[in-house]
């Protein structure tokens, strides 16, 4: 197994179809209770752990997902309301030692809840003919609907399986 893509990597089918949307929501609907299992209780040294030299922190992945979490639903919204908008890069790195990942994890716990919540209403309501909608991404061009659902539902099973790891060790 690759650490660095303990889940593998993001795999999207050619044709998404609502039935794949359903699925990906359904982990969506569930992570916040998943992730609260593995967290929850944990010790501050237990938040300080890595899954690999160099890595985040559990802290600091619970951070990080949030924000992530955040930005992409942000460009959810964006390509099911504007056509075609070009979205900045979100530079992950800088995001990651701004002062509130500080604040003890819960804040961002709260923060997946609603945004999950807000991720799932839409993802419910999607039509097929919304999943080809997009934006267009600075760096990395167009991406659609569908694809971006399926990176909501992966980037968090990701990074669950990073804090199982450095829970492990």
Same mark, same amino acid.
């Given at each position: 197994?690759?650490?660095?893509?303990?889940?593998?990597?993001?795999?999207?089918?050619?044709?998404?179809?609502?039935?794949?949307?359903?699925?990906?929501?359904?982990?969506?609907?569930?992570?916040?209770?998943?992730?609260?299992?593995?967290?929850?209780?944990?010790?501050?040294?237990?938040?300080?752990?890595?899954?690999?030299?160099?890595?985040?922190?559990? %802290?600091?992945?619970? +951070?990080? &997902?949030?924000?992530?979490?955040?930005?992409?639903?942000?460009?959810? #919204? /964006? @390509?099911?309301?504007?056509?075609?908008?070009?979205?900045?890069?979100?530079?992950?790195?800088?995001?990651?030692?701004?002062?509130?990942?500080?604040?003890?994890?819960?804040?961002?716990?709260?923060?997946?809840?609603?945004?999950?919540?807000?991720?799932?209403?839409?993802?419910?309501?999607?039509?097929?003919?919304?999943?080809? %909608?997009?934006?267009? +991404?600075? &760096?990395?061009?167009?991406?659609?609907?569908?694809?971006?659902?399926? #990176? /909501? @539902?992966?980037?968090?099973?990701?990074?669950?399986?990073?804090?199982?790891?450095?829970?492990?060790?």
């Amino acid at each position: 197994m690759d650490v660095r893509y303990p889940i593998g990597k993001l795999q999207v089918p050619e044709k998404v179809t609502l039935e794949n949307i359903q699925e990906w929501i359904r982990k969506i609907e569930t992570y916040t209770i998943r992730l609260r299992e593995t967290v929850d209780s944990l010790s501050d040294e237990e938040l300080s752990k890595t899954y690999r030299d160099g890595s985040w922190t559990v %802290r600091g992945l619970v +951070h990080h &997902i949030a924000d992530s979490q955040l930005n992409m639903y942000q460009r959810l #919204k /964006l @390509a099911l309301t504007d056509e075609n908008p070009t979205v900045p890069n979100f530079v992950q790195d800088k995001w990651a030692v701004q002062p509130d990942t500080n604040l003890p994890i819960e804040s961002s716990i709260k923060m997946l809840e609603g945004i999950n919540e807000r991720i799932v209403s839409l993802g419910n309501s999607l039509t097929e003919k919304q999943l080809d %909608r997009a934006f267009t +991404h600075q &760096i990395n061009g167009k991406i659609t609907v569908a694809t971006k659902v399926a #990176k /909501l @539902a992966w980037h968090e099973d990701h990074h669950l399986a990073h804090i199982k790891i450095a829970l492990s060790k």
